[in-house]
């Protein structure tokens, strides 16, 4: 890929949608079971745990997104760790929207899906949020791109059979932002994930 074409983390602008690919929170879940904190069916920890063990990399979207994104990060600490990246590197803010986490969803025609899996989706809404937001170990890509390129991420994610989810906007005021599904802010913090803890 020529220097030129490569996504970095210092592009974001102000205005940006905000996108996760794929699910995120399936490792982290994995993990709290091996850890004995958790416990789901042997179906459902056979699939998260195969996430967490071969997790797939989405060079196709990344491709796909090279002349459409201004900012991306793979999001291996954490999601909102990961974004802290672009928005530190880029000196912007985000406001992340919850909603996403309220169901899970498949490939739909809109090229959008929710960012968590329907075993993640069964947990209490504060495991939702720790796993999703927090996990470490997803492998899938954040980024950001104006909002006029709505339809190109659209036709980029069908083109790269990714799925992806808008969860947030890009903000001149910097600092990391979650609201909850009723748009009020959430106070807790999401510390990005150890993996030496």
Not at 60 to 84: P, T
Not at 128 to 153: I, K, S
Request: charged content about 20%.
């Amino acid at each position: 890929m020529p220097p030129g074409d490569a996504l970095l983390r210092q592009n974001a602008q102000v205005g940006d949608d905000i996108y996760v690919s794929g699910t995120v929170g399936d490792a982290r879940l994995a993990l709290e079971v091996f850890r004995g904190t958790q416990s789901i069916d042997a179906k459902a920890f056979e699939s998260v745990r195969a996430r967490m063990e071969m997790p797939m990399p989405r060079v196709a979207l990344g491709l796909a997104l090279r002349a459409i994104a201004n900012a991306a990060i793979d999001v291996s600490d954490g999601l909102l760790g990961d974004l802290g990246h672009i928005l530190q590197r880029s000196q912007v803010g985000a406001q992340i929207d919850t909603t996403w986490l309220q169901q899970s969803n498949t490939f739909g025609e809109d090229a959008q899906a929710a960012g968590i899996s329907p075993t993640l989706a069964q947990l209490p809404w504060n495991k939702r949020l720790e796993f999703a937001l927090a996990g470490g170990d997803d492998y899938e890509l954040c980024f950001t791109a104006p909002v006029h390129q709505r339809e190109m991420v659209h036709a980029a994610a069908w083109e790269s059979n990714t799925p992806v989810t808008r969860i947030g906007r890009i903000t001149e005021a910097q600092g990391l932002v979650v609201m909850d599904p009723e748009g009020q802010p959430i106070t807790r913090r999401f510390a990005s994930f150890d993996h030496f803890a």
